[in-house]
């Protein structure tokens, strides 16, 4: 059968999500957050919460996260966004408010937003994009880089005696008795991409339920500061950020 | 059963970053030897016969610019 008569909608199986709108994003070539995007979009197609679903932006790359998925969204003051989407669940109960946060934005400059907002277990869903280095302002160090791992603040690589040791603050979170599911994804494969958009459905069905703070990190890259190709950066991830940041659910309940 | 496959590429919002070409199993797609506007190499299908619909290049790419089309043979 000739192409031109398999490229027929009768024979659609797959397309972009109509929840995405047709801004092209400003990120990277190869860079996860258009992946996560792309998924947060179409769990939001499939539930048909489109205009049920309030998202918060993070400071970071993904600030303009609001040009790119068609729902309403507020943008939070840096590593504040678990705190303003407290606010906007609490003020509209009856919508899904989901956060979405860097590492620098998440795992430093907010520590406390988020970690009394899954302490108070708000019935939010928070996005967690970890690649293990602060994107948007050219690579600095972050609380989740890896030891040894250059970067532009540690130029010989992250030492534990200078730097301190890299943090898992998934694991910390699983702690608290506010969160009802912790997971911790990738979205480098087809396989890794839909489980990472199955775990972003049961986030916004535990919200409805009211059962608590769901939180899924996405191990990321950012091949621009890593300064690799995106294939290369995928590989490096495999390699040396799933021994350290393994993939899995942390808590399930 | 078997499928066969076919992709459109948004050749024009492609950012050439090879991830799908990486995901491909069937090793149909290649970024092309020419460039859009903004001078990026674009994904295309350099061996459509062998595309089986799978979506694989499609879930993974981060700028959702390929349409997977897919028939029972
Ligand atoms: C109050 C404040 N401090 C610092 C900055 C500078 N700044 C912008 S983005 C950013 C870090 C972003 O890193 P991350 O959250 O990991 O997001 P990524 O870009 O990697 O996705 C920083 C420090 C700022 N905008 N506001
Ligand atoms: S700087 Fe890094 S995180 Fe930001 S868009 Fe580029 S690859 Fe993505
Ligand atoms: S993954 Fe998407 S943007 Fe990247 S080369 Fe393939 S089609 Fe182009
Ligand atoms: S649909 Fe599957 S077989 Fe066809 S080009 Fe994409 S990944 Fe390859
Ligand atoms: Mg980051």
Known sequence: ?253 | MAFKGAIVVDTEKCKGCGVCVANCPTQTIALAKKVNSKGYPYCYMEFPDKCTGCSNCAVVCPDSVITVYRVKI
């Not at chain 1, 890299?166 to 480098?188: D, Y």
């Open chain 1, 1 to 253: 059968m000739d192409v031109k008569d398999i490229i027929n909608p009768e024979n659609f199986v797959y397309g972009k999500s109509k929840v995405l709108t047709d801004t092209v994003m400003h990120y990277c070539p190869g860079c996860s957050h258009g992946v996560v995007h792309k998924l947060l979009a179409e769990v939001i197609e499939e539930m048909d919460i489109q205009d049920k679903t309030i998202g918060v932006s993070p400071v970071g790359c993904a600030v303009f996260a609001y040009k790119y998925i068609d729902i309403d969204w507020q943008q939070a003051a840096h590593g504040r966004a678990p705190a303003l989407a407290t606010a906007t669940k609490r003020l509209y109960p009856d919508k899904y408010v989901v956060a979405y946060q860097g590492d620098g934005d998440l795992a430093s400059i907010g520590t406390a937003e988020i970690i009394h907002a899954c302490n108070r277990g708000e019935n939010i869903v928070v996005i967690f994009i970890n690649n293990a280095i602060y994107g948007m302002t050219g690579g600095q160090m972050a609380p989740t880089t890896l030891i040894d791992m250059k970067t532009a603040t540690t130029p010989y690589g992250r030492s534990v005696e200078l730097n301190g040791h890299p943090l898992k603050i998934t694991e910390l979170i699983a702690q608290l008795e506010g969160t009802c599911f912790v997971t911790r994804q990738a979205v480098h494969t087809p396989a890794g991409a839909r489980r990472t958009k199955r775990a972003i459905r049961k986030a916004f069905e535990n919200s409805a339920q009211k059962k608590g703070t769901s939180l899924i990190e996405v191990v990321s890259t950012c091949n621009s500061n890593w300064k690799m190709s995106p294939v290369q950066a995928n590989e490096w991830m495999v390699e040396n950020m799933f021994p350290f940041y393994p993939l899995g659910d942390l808590k399930d309940r």
